[in-house]
T-cell receptor
Framework: AQSVTQPDIHITVSEGASLELRCNYS??????LFWYVQSPGQGLQLLLK??????LVQGIKGFEAEFKRSQSSFNLRKPSVHWSDAAEYFC?????????????FGKGTTLSVSS | DVKVTQSSRYLVKRTGEKVFLECVQD?????MFWYRQDPGLGLRLIYF???????EKGDIPEGYSVSREKKERFSLILESASTNQTSMYLC???????????FGQGTRLTVV
């Protein structure tokens, strides 16, 4: 069965420091991969997605993620965190080439930013 | 700008009530989803629909039903609300080409 693991429940990063949020997936083939962000009391916003091609994907708000097939990982990174990045982050997967399939989400990582 | 609208941001209902959560999308998407979000559990799929009048059970359908009479509208129904259905409910939609899901703002339901 497909699954997504986000090993870190809560991370605190100093403002201006770099960030890496981890995501590992379990799936028989290369899936479609996504990162979403949720600010308090809000819905989810897509940060970036990987379907195929270049394994380093650029997203909105200065985020990027790297797909590593050998490690079944899709970690999210940002070189310099801003206080407004404090939110909950979700990694998600879906079967490739099956458009419209429901996404499977990890349990999320809460990011706190200290000044 | 794409939009998924959930009819209520906050709801308080009594145990045993029949509850309707409404979701409307304006993107002409074929697929619509209902997720439940609980702390520490992430998002769990309740039901989804890939066409009008079509529905598929997700991972946690017990205690819920859905209705999709029109392409743009997808309703989640709690036939007899219970306190363990207190949660945040998120609606989403996607088209048949891409898999990217667009989410509504969520409905925080409290059952007392």
């Amino acid at each position: 069965a497909q699954s997504v693991t986000q090993p870190d429940i809560h991370i605190t990063v100093s403002e201006g420091a770099s960030l890496e949020l981890r995501c590992n997936y379990s799936y028989g083939a290369t899936p479609y991969l996504f990162w979403y962000v949720q600010s308090p009391g809000q819905g989810l916003q897509l940060l970036l997605k990987y379907f195929s091609g270049d394994t380093l994907v650029q997203g909105i708000k200065g985020f990027e993620a790297e797909f590593k097939r050998s490690q079944s990982s899709f970690n999210l990174r940002k070189p310099s965190v801003h206080w407004s990045d404090a939110a909950e982050y979700f990694c998600a997967v879906a079967p490739a080439n099956q458009a419209g399939t429901a996404l499977i989400f990890g349990k999320g990582t809460t990011l706190s930013v200290s000044s | 700008d794409v939009k998924v609208t959930q009819s209520s941001r906050y709801l308080v209902k009594r145990t045993g009530e029949k509850v309707f959560l409404e979701c409307v999308q304006d993107m002409d998407h074929e697929n619509m989803f209902w997720y439940r979000q609980d702390p520490g559990l992430g998002l769990r799929l309740i039901y989804f629909s890939y066409d009008v009048k079509m529905k598929e059970k997700g991972d946690i359908p017990e205690g819920y039903s859905v209705s999709r009479e029109k392409k743009e509208r997808f309703s989640l129904i709690l036939e007899s609300a219970s306190t363990n259905q207190t949660s945040m409910y998120l609606c989403a939609s996607s088209d048949s080409v891409n898999t990217e899901a667009f989410f509504g703002q969520g409905t925080r339901l409290t059952v007392v």
